[in-house]
T-cell receptor
Framework: AQTVTQSQPEMSVQEAETVTLSCTYD???????LFWYKQPPSRQMILVIR??????QNATENRFSVNFQKAAKSFSLKISDSQLGDAAMYFC???????????FGKGTTLSVSS | GAVVSQHPSRVICKSGTSVKIECRSL??????MFWYRQFPKQSLMLMATSNEGSKATYEQGVEKDKFLINHASLTLSTLTVTSAHPEDSSFYICSARQAGREKLFFGSGTQLSVL
C-alpha cells in the first residue's frame, strides 16, 4: 500500500525567509503524481504545486518549488520569500496514474511571523 | 475553472438520524469521487472511492453500511451517514476527478456535528 510521510508536524518561518517542508512516500508504481496542497483556516483545499513522476525537472510555481528525488522517494516543498498569507496546513499527496487513489500525508502546520 | 459544489457546508443533527452530503461537479464530468473525513488539525483520511455507476470501494475500517456512498451520475455523488452518533462528528470533504484527465477538484467540505 502507498504511504505518504510528513515528519514535521509544525514549522515556523519569518516573513521574507525561506522554509522547506519535507515529504517522503512509498510506492511500487513507476508513474504517479505528487501534490502539495495548502489548507488555510477556511479548510478549502488549494493546490500549491504538482509534479509528474516521469518528469525529472522540478516543478516551480512562483515562490513555490519542489525538490523531487524519485529514487529516494522524496518530495520537499520550498517556499521562498514567505508571506503572512502562507500560514496554513500543508499536505503532501500521492496520486496514482489511473486516478483511483489519492493519499495524503499527516500535514505540516506552517506559521509565519512578521 | 471547474467547481465542485458540496452541500451542506454545516449540519447539526440529533443522534440516530441520517445525514446526506452532496458533491456536485458543476461544469465537468467526474468519473471518480474520493470521500475523506478530517478531524481538527489532522490529515484527510480516505473513507472510500466511488466510480460512476459502480459500487464504492471502502477503506479498511470504514463501515460501508454506515457510510453509504452513491455515485449515480457523472455529476453527483452523495455520502449518507446513517444513524449518526457523536463520534461521527467530523469534517467531510469530497474530491472529484475529471473524466479523462488527472485533474482533481475539491468540495468546500461539510462540518457534521451530532448531538
Amino acid at each position: 500500500a502507498q504511504t505518504v510521510t510528513q515528519s514535521q508536524p509544525e514549522m515556523s518561518v519569518q516573513e521574507a525567509e525561506t522554509v522547506t517542508l519535507s515529504c517522503t512516500y512509498d510506492t511500487s508504481e513507476s508513474d504517479y503524481y505528487l501534490f502539495w496542497y495548502k489548507q488555510p483556516p477556511s479548510r478549502q483545499m488549494i493546490l500549491v504545486i504538482r509534479q509528474e513522476a516521469y518528469k525529472q525537472q522540478n516543478a516551480t510555481e512562483n515562490r513555490f518549488s519542489v525538490n523531487f528525488q524519485k529514487a529516494a522517494k522524496s518530495f520537499s516543498l520550498k517556499i521562498s520569500d514567505s508571506q503572512l498569507g502562507d500560514a496554513a496546513m500543508y499536505f503532501c499527496a500521492w496520486y496514482n496514474q489511473a486516478g483511483t487513489a489519492l493519499i495524503f500525508g499527516k500535514g505540516t502546520t506552517l506559521s509565519v511571523s512578521s | 475553472g471547474a467547481v465542485v459544489s458540496q452541500h451542506p457546508s454545516r449540519v447539526i443533527c440529533k443522534s440516530g438520524t441520517s445525514v446526506k452530503i452532496e458533491c456536485r461537479s458543476l461544469d465537468f464530468q467526474a468519473t471518480t469521487m474520493f470521500w475523506y473525513r478530517q478531524f481538527p488539525k489532522q490529515s484527510l483520511m480516505l473513507m472510500a472511492t466511488s466510480n460512476e455507476g459502480s459500487k464504492a470501494t471502502y477503506e479498511q475500517g470504514v463501515e460501508k453500511d454506515k457510510f453509504l456512498i452513491n455515485h449515480a451520475s457523472l455529476t453527483l455523488s452523495t455520502l449518507t451517514v446513517t444513524s449518526a452518533h457523536p463520534e461521527d462528528s467530523s469534517f467531510y470533504i469530497c474530491s472529484a476527478r475529471q473524466a479523462g484527465r488527472e485533474k482533481l477538484f475539491f468540495g468546500s467540505g461539510t462540518q457534521l456535528s451530532v448531538l
